[in-house]
């Protein structure tokens, strides 16, 4: 069939065909339209219903990449007019605009929502200096979130929005991909499930420290995942997310290595303190790393889509297995091969990787070290999280990392254990000493990326509104806005407790007794039991200013109602204090009892079991933090007895022994309901009642054996259903 044209539909053609071709390239430059704006509506209608309709979004496109994030929210007639630079910036924005009002704050541990009639005269502009803000650590992923299922994991997206973070760590569903993986390399079902860890100890199989422990991983994990991956994914990125997706760093299984005896294969020595499973690392020059690296990549963009960040972490607690006299070069090389690798298989990627290892092992990792390491990796393809700036200073150490680009935060949390602290003033000052430093180099990101989460929401409030006020706001102006949001208003009483706490316990930036003596545990009392406690010189903050607080927020707490969060934070003090006071008090009881005291032991064992009951009966108004809490998630989320039965014993060993033989037993001990009654007494009692048994019949007390015993009960207790 022939057709014409005439002079003017011609025209017309061409006048459709530019504006077609002017679409598709502002697509390109600048992505964001109308439709977009679907998910911070949705949010919010999640949040505050159909008050949602009340708010006028927009995003106002950026023409240059190098202005930050902002946004400008403005009252008029009922409405709340909201611009921003994208999504994220938008739902922070809107929450900003509602906490600042008193009407709404969201936390782990509830929401409080009390919008008024109409909406007051408000103005407001803010931006960052921080191109991103980020978020979770690889560890979160096995001590909090290994029994989320999407609608959990879709109130901490809602929550990471309104706190604008936007680099949020994006773990799950990666076991598939690895699966097929393997399998195309022939590996069988047997050998892939004597290799892959059970779902809560995942983390450290990731990150090549453990292989196996506390499997097999059922098959239903790597179906579930999957599909929950698949939702967080395309969540996060309708919010204008950038998630940090996995990537290769050169771990490969045992089976792997068994039928490549050509391939060079280095088996690594046991991890922190022996007892684990060997893992093996690939060297980064043998031909299998880049290949094997780019497959994986190749098959998580067939399941997850392309993605702009790739995590890969092959020297996590693990010292290089490099040569002496060619150290630099190699180190090098396997920092190129990571890179080219990422690069071959998603152009124009962003390698990320955790900063911890610098500071974890500073005698390895010198400067001439770390910087050979970065050596062949462009500067703006790299990002060095180093997010534990509150325990050590890695960045200064290595000259803002060598002009690579780099994020700066802190744990806060580590392995989920839930002391009360934090500094707010340390996080202000570091900032905004942060921001003036001439030597802080390609400084792109700020946030918090704890191990656990569900504690000390304070902390997380604070360190999201920083990179917005950029330190700038005074803490007491900060401080009564959040109360009046938490509670509905601030009172000069309420005000004054949280006055006391800023300087009895959020002055503390890192919880020295959770490593104390090389054991772990939050507390004394959350330690496997032993002599040694009699050495400790004491928990961090002050405890009398504790006890004020204390004082004047159980005074205050009565004036609100049942729900009111002020009930919360009043617990969370309470069985603070009682932690403390319990620490003190074994100390003392265990002197007594070598001293022959028994009367004063006893005195003191009756108080000790008298503060741990109730500890453990207060926490009742706590219902999320509790064992019984942990252990059913963890059943509930297999789909048959034995499945639910392998998840509980995970769910129940890794905040207790945890494995190995090192020191890392009770490294994510919990202050739950439930622990304090049936875990972390019980051991005290045992060791307690057989060091007076040895006083009062004048015989030595073996305490290795009594350890040992208490061992054997710990063990008992993971395998037991109850």
Known sequence: ?????????????????????????????????????????????????????????????????????????????????????????????????????????????????????????????????????????????????????WKRWEQEIDWMALHGINLPTAMEGQEAVWQALWKEYGLSNVELESHFAGPAYLPWQRMGNINSLEGPLPQEWFVKKEELQKKILERMKALDMHPVVPAFSGYVPKAFAEKHPEAKITELKSWSGGGFASTFLLDSKDPLFKKIGKRFIEIYTQKYGKSNFYLADSFNEIEPP?????????????????????????????????????????????????????????????????????????????????????????????????????????????????????????????????????????????????????????????????????????????????????????????????????WAGAYLFFKRPMLKITEFKGNPGDKEKLKEALAVLTKEAKKYNKKNLIQYDLIDVSRHYYSLSIDEDLIACVKAYEQKDIAKGDELFKKIEKQALHIDAIMSGQPLNSLDQWVKSASDYGSSPEVSSLYVKNAKTLITLWGGEGHLNDYASRSWKGMYKGFYWPRWKMFLEALKKASINNTSFDENRERESIKNWEINWTESNK
């Not at 003036?436 to 656990?452: D, S």
């Open 1 to 149: 069939m022939k057709y014409t044209f005439s002079k003017t539909r011609n025209s017309l053609q061409i006048k459709i065909y530019l504006s077609f071709l002017f679409l598709c390239v502002t697509s390109i430059l600048y992505p964001q339209s109308a439709g977009d704006l679907d998910a911070p509506q949705a949010l919010l209608k999640r949040l505050i219903g159909n008050r949602s309709a009340e708010f006028q979004l927009s995003v106002v496109e950026k023409k240059d990449k190098i202005l930050p994030d902002w946004f400008e929210i403005e009252t008029d007639n009922n409405h709340v007019k909201i611009k921003a630079s994208n999504n994220t910036a938008l739902c922070y924005a809107a929450y900003t605009f509602l906490k600042d009002i008193g009407a709404v704050l969201i936390s782990w541990e509830g929401n409080r929502i009390e919008l008024p009639k109409t909406w007051p005269k408000y103005s407001k502009k803010a931006n960052t200096p921080f191109e991103y803000r980020e978020y979770l650590n690889a560890c979160t992923f096995g001590y909090t979130t290994p029994w989320w299922d």
């Open 322 to 518: 490099v040569s002496e006299h060619n150290k630099y070069e190699e180190l090098s090389n396997y920092g190129s091969a990571i890179y080219e690798t990422i690069n071959e298989a998603a152009p124009g990627a962003v390698w990320v990787m955790q900063g911890w290892l610098f500071g974890d092992n500073k005698e390895f990792w010198t400067k001439e070290a770390t910087s050979a390491f970065l050596s062949k990796v462009p500067n703006d393809r790299l990002m060095i999280q180093d997010y534990a700036n509150d325990r050590y200073k890695v960045w200064e150490n290595q000259e803002a990392f060598y002009g690579k680009q780099w994020t700066y935060g802190y744990v806060h949390n580590y392995g989920g254990s839930n002391p009360v602290y934090g500094d707010l003033k340390f996080y202000k000052d570091e900032l905004t000493s942060l921001l003036k430093n001439p030597h802080k180099g390609n400084v792109v990101g700020y946030g918090a990326m704890p191990e656990g989460l569900n504690n000390n929401s304070i902390v997380y409030e604070y360190i999201y509104d920083l990179p917005w006020t950029k330190g700038e706001q005074p803490l007491n102006d900060w401080m009564v806005t959040y109360l009046n949001a938490r509670y509905g208003e601030t009172s000069k009483s309420a005000l004054q407790a949280w006055q006391l706490l800023l300087e009895s316990v959020y002055n503390v930036k890192y919880w020295e007794t959770r490593w104390w003596n090389d």
